[in-house]
């Protein structure tokens, strides 16, 4: 078929349009480039033609980048570069805007990068706004929210909309990061956004306001998430340091942030019993500062976490109203003592001797110097002295640094004290001292200190540090540290750890150190190393407090020369570790990884954006396995093997976060060990039973940050929000190669999470339900008797179980005995009755059979939810041919 455009000018438009559609059609692209190419040329006024190609091309716009209306657009662009004379001016006013209405109207549904090219060819920045406005009111009429959105930030409509009508569909619809695009520039609507979502997190706000304020927005359940305080609180506080608002601006997302750290303060003091008083006391001054309604949190927990006593005396401090007192306390005040009516805390330096008790030197790590070798470097004649003796060539350096713990109250923590070990030697870096941290002798030692490549510096986990760093100074940011001679021993502790695990898969007697330790990090390298652990007692001190006392001293100066010590005996005695003759080869090849795996990941980017989003969707979906997960490889990156055989669903334990609890119900459902987080559960909670059952923790969000570095690595994966729960369970299963089978599906209790049944037969049911009463008057002649024929079957005692056939799609479940079942309050050994109340009297004539978690007491029985399990999930399951003929009959479990 020839494709030749006719040899005339003035070519009809429709006529090109159903050209390039016929070979669109064919797939001819080649063809249809140079046909469009020659078309443009033959029309006699091409930028009304293109318009009149595109709102009667077949498979208009709709978000996809290949549709045809998309490629005559591209090509068009192609064409017009090389004809500056067509353009916009060759038109009157009256004609130019008409075109540009036309323009406007095509872009409801249509890609960032289509209106770009409307945008430029048809000059829409010159339109009137109001016109403009009007094509934006439009498409927020037609629940184009998105395009609204970037239609209006590409034509700079901002300040012309209103504001909390264009942003609250995006939140909504979690597309928060489009609404920051929105304000970003426009100050007034920066702080429009985060008054908004900080209004959203008062505790008396009610979703119904929204309802009112939007009628014509429904909000799903998942929308509905979206507007938690929780997830709130962190958007407000994020937005408030990006857009550099006052934080008076934001209180409720404020007191929010500080109330929970006062929970997580109580917490971790009364019953993790992981924080010292003084620590406690100072940071609790910190959070409550001023705000008497914090003030009278305190004082509440207090009483439910220490005694009335501690919770007088600080209600004493802090002047509280007797009406606002819990119960107990202002009778308790008026029977203290004078001298117990004062907190004291024990702050001052002068009385800590330097020399800890002997339990201490027996049981940690500890510095073999005295307290004259340890410098507090706060002035630049101490930070001159400091310089001379740390820049010598030749010399190794422990380098670590401290910042106050902010329990997320703030995303950006300033390092309070750098300490650098050198040989019997240690100087403490006083960056709270502000003439001193601002002066530029001390960011050019900091400079030259990393860039000497003569002088070896030793870290832990440095990146850490250095983005920290980072903050004391805007410079480092803008002209990094250049990093020469640098030798992080984390990657030398992974190196370490790596080797016995492969000693233990060798066959080798030796075990895992630290397997079954507390400690990690830094203080199980020193332990594994050296033979004691560091003592962190003060790691989560106030460090921006004056003067330091001699606990926190010690403790800073021990993080510091630790390294000296460790690097001491590493590099005696390698090959006891498993290391390289050079340590620094190490560290090395770590970095050359790194640098693969970066330019792996660009390449992939790169062909995401050549094949197109949902066309490389298939690819990310590639499944690591449970070895990979053992190897500590991160949770969302492709692993660079073949993937091992699949898994059965029960090697797979995980913990959903309370945002991805639709999810967890999934997963469950074919077999997986799931727990779920409560509504009122804190994110941290997750990590929590992660580190003690040793399960993977998935959740999606900002929390995903804080949780993986709470874990190993490769044990927290990160989901789309978006998504549906299926369609997050199915990545889940192929993330971790998982291959669940009919006989997995309802193995687990939907409930409680259990994989213990007991079998319970339908006389037994009927005996069960009328003794409690359930089967009096059931209004149900038939039934009744139905149920007198079953009964008379029976013995005066239960029926005597025996190991019962499991059901045919619930073959992975355990199965416990009838007899372990207290026949007076029927219920099980772990407390739980049977629920009868769940069991309508109606099923009994059907149903031969109940099932009854051992844990819970829920019963379940077959019934018809399996084919749409199987239906659900079956580009994920395993099905043999058997499987495919019982799946027709469609029973499992149901209840």
């Known amino acids: 078929m020839n494709h030749t455009i006719p040899e005339k000018m003035g070519l009809d438009p429709a006529l090109l349009r159903d050209q390039l559609f016929e070979l669109w059609n064919q797939k001819d692209l080649q063809t249809l480039h140079l046909a469009a190419l020659q078309g443009f040329s033959k029309l006699s006024e091409p930028l009304e033609a293109l318009l009149t190609i ?87 009429a037609l629940k184009c929210y998105k395009e609204a959105a970037v239609l209006s930030v590409k034509l700079e409509l901002q300040e012309d909309l209103n504001t909390e009508e264009m942003i609250v569909p995006l939140i909504l619809q979690d597309k928060l990061p489009l609404a920051e695009l929105f304000v970003k520039g426009h100050k007034q609507l920066e702080q429009q956004l985060v008054t908004l979502l900080d209004s959203w997190c008062q505790p008396s706000f009610s979703v119904e306001d929204i309802r009112k304020r939007f009628p014509h927005l429904r909000l799903s359940k998942h929308q509905m998430a979206q507007i938690q305080p929780k997830m709130l609180t962190k958007s407000v506080l994020r937005l408030m340091e990006k857009f550099k608002m006052d934080p008076k601006l934001c209180p409720n997302a404020l007191h929010k942030r500080r109330l929970d750290t006062l929970r997580y303060l109580m917490y971790r003091t009364f019953v993790e019993k992981g924080m010292t008083e003084e620590n406690w006391v100072d940071h609790v001054q910190n959070v409550v500062a001023d705000d008497l309604e914090l003030q009278v949190h305190l004082v509440e927990m207090l009483v439910k976490y220490c005694s009335v006593q501690k919770a007088s005396q600080w209600s004493l401090r802090y002047n509280i109203p007797r009406n606002r007192l819990p119960f107990g306390v202002w009778e308790t005040q008026q029977s203290l003592p004078p001298d117990l009516q004062q907190i004291y805390s024990n702050n001052s330096a002068e009385d800590e001797e330097w020399e800890p008790p002997p339990s201490h030197r027996q049981k940690f790590y500890q510095v073999p110097l005295t307290k004259d070798k340890v410098h507090l470097v706060g002035s630049l004649e101490a930070l001159r002295r400091c310089r001379s003796i740390v820049l010598k060539g030749g010399g190794v350096v422990g380098v670590d640094m401290e910042w106050q713990p902010m329990f997320g109250c703030n995303s950006t923590q300033k390092v309070a004290l750098v300490q650098l070990a050198v040989l019997h030697q240690v100087f403490l870096l006083d960056l709270c001292a502000e003439e001193f941290c601002q002066h530029s002798e001390l960011t050019d030692f900091i400079r030259l200190l990393f860039s000497d490549p003569s002088i070896l510096i030793l ?37 370490i750890q790596r080797t016995k695990v492969s000693q233990v898969q060798n066959g080798s007697k030796e075990v895992l150190v630290g397997e079954d330790c507390a400690e990690k990090g830094l203080s199980l390298l020193i332990q594994q190393v050296l033979g004691k652990p560091l003592d962190k007692t003060e790691q989560m001190s106030n460090w921006e407090k004056r003067p330091l006392r001699i606990s926190q001293i010690r403790y800073a100066v021990a993080d510091a020369y630790c390294l000296l010590d460790v690097y001491s005996v590493l590099s005696s005695n390698p090959k006891c570790f498993g290391l390289p003759a050079d340590l620094r080869s190490v560290s090395s090849g770590q970095s050359t990884m790194s640098k693969e795996k970066k330019q792996k990941e660009k390449q992939g980017k790169m062909t995401k954006q050549a094949l197109g989003e949902e066309e490389c969707q298939g690819a990310q979906r590639v499944s690591p396995s449970s070895s990979d997960l053992e190897k500590g490889l991160l949770c969302g990156k492709m692993p ?34 799931v727990v779920m987080l409560e509504n009122t559960d804190d994110h941290r909670v997750a990590a929590k039973l992660a580190q003690a059952e040793g399960r993977v923790i998935l959740t999606c969000g900002q929390p995903y940050q804080t949780l993986r570095s709470q874990v190993g690595e490769g044990r927290c994966l990160s989901l789309d929000c978006s998504e549906k729960a299926k369609d997050q369970a199915v990545r889940v299963l192929r993330h971790f190669n998982i291959q669940p089978t009919p006989g997995d599906i309802f193995s687990r209790c939907q409930a ?80 739980s009755p049977i629920q009868l109340h769940t069991v309508p009297p109606a099923l009994l004539q059907r149903i031969p059979l109940f099932y009854v978690c051992t844990r819970c007491g829920k019963v379940f029985w077959e019934g018809s939810h399996f084919s749409r399990v199987l239906s659900l999930f079956q580009e994920v399951l395993h099905l043999t041919d058997e499987d495919k003929v019982l799946a027709k009959e469609s029973f499992t479990l149901s209840g």
């Open 640 to 673: 660079s093997e073949d993937p091992p055989p699949a898994l059965p669903p029960q090697q797979l334990r995980v913990v959903c976060d309370n945002m991805l609890q639709g999810l967890g119900r999934y997963l469950r459902c074919l077999g997986v060990d």
């Open 54 to 140: 595109l709102e009667s091309c077949p498979g208009k716009q709709m978000g996809r980048s290949h549709t045809l209306g998309y490629h005559i657009l591209r090509e068009f662009q192609t064409w017009i570069k090389e004809r500056p004379q067509v353009n916009m001016s060759s038109f009157t006013e009256q004609q130019a805007v008409a075109l540009q209405r036309r323009a406007l109207s095509l872009m409801t549904d249509t890609q960032p990068a289509v209106m770009d090219s409307l945008i430029s060819i048809y000059r829409l920045k010159s339109l009137d706004p109001s016109i403009s406005r009007l094509q934006v009111i439009r498409l927020q």
């Open 752 to 831: 409680c999470n259990s994989d213990q049944y007991v079998e319970v037969p339908r006389a037994d049911m009927i005996r069960l339900l009328k003794e409690k009463g359930y089967l009096q008057d059931s209004g149900y002649p038939t039934l009744e008797k139905f149920c007198q024929q079953e009964e008379q079957e029976l013995d005066d005692t239960l029926t005597p179980a025996v190991t019962p056939e499991p059901p045919r799609y619930a073959a992975q479940c355990r199965w416990a005995s009838l007899s372990g079942l207290d026949r007076d309050t029927l219920t099980f050994p772990g407390g």
């Open 459 to 495: 870290g832990y986990g440095m990146a850490g540090d250095l983005r920290c760093l980072s903050a004391n100074w805007p410079e480092l940011s803008e002209e990094p540290l250049k990093m020469n001679g640098i030798l992080d021993l984390l990657t030398v502790h992974q190196k």
